[in-house]
């Protein structure tokens, strides 16, 4: 079974931010991802995260003005040294929380307007040196425009080209089973063809986004292959649950509790 990091943006948001990391661990969970920290002082959230014996996995570099709708900066040319200055903000955040990686948001622009991509890639070249400087991960991560309109990097055969483009050791995919279905579908065959690239996944039921067992997916079928795949990464629970979060969580009971048996019975097809 792989292992599971709550997202503190999308679950126990039945109560305050940093009160949240001690329901997460109650529940069960060992680690936490979530959007940004950054409301909150580094060693806030930090005493937080230690409180509840948790581990940190993820969280994203600052996005701009997130209220007034802006998703990141990194494709945005007039932004450049802002970004620069928002990978500043993460790293330390990171140190403070012991967090290995950090996901750098592409940000609205047309997706094949040269100025935006070549942007784009400066940037991801700037972050990726920084926090391969300081021991860190830098994923990319494509979203899908129906809920997120205008996002950069909507295709994930793109996102790889430019991870192998670059070349970086510590520049990875962020593989959200949720916007992959949305965008391309073929989940199995993705993950199977993508592994050398993945750093991180994240799941959530399509279309709806609530824990997984409710979409149209079989969501533990795809935890199975992802173990008979050998990913031994974290999966990021990145999904709004449909009622309170402690009453939607028997799925994580139920793939704690069993495994598939295709996966079981061959490890080299789970297909």
Known sequence: MPRFAANLSMMFTERPFLERFGAAAEAGFEAVEYLFPYDH???EVAAALRAAGLRQVLFNLPPGDWAKGERGLAALPERAEEFRRSVATALDYARALDAPMLHAMAGLAPAGEPAATAAYLDALRFAADAAGEAGRTLLIEPINRRDMPGYFLDDFGRAAEIVDRLGYPNLK??????HRQILHGDVLK??????????????ASVPLRHEPGTGELDDFRIFAALDALGYEGWV????RPAGATLDGLGWLERARGSQDVRATHNRRAPF
């Open 41 to 43: 002082p580094a060693d």
């Open 236 to 239: 990021g629970c990145e999904y």
């Open 190 to 203: 993705g993950l199977e063809a993508l592994l050398p690239v993945i750093g991180h996944v994240q799941t």
């Open 173 to 178: 995919l962020q593989f959200d089973i949720y």
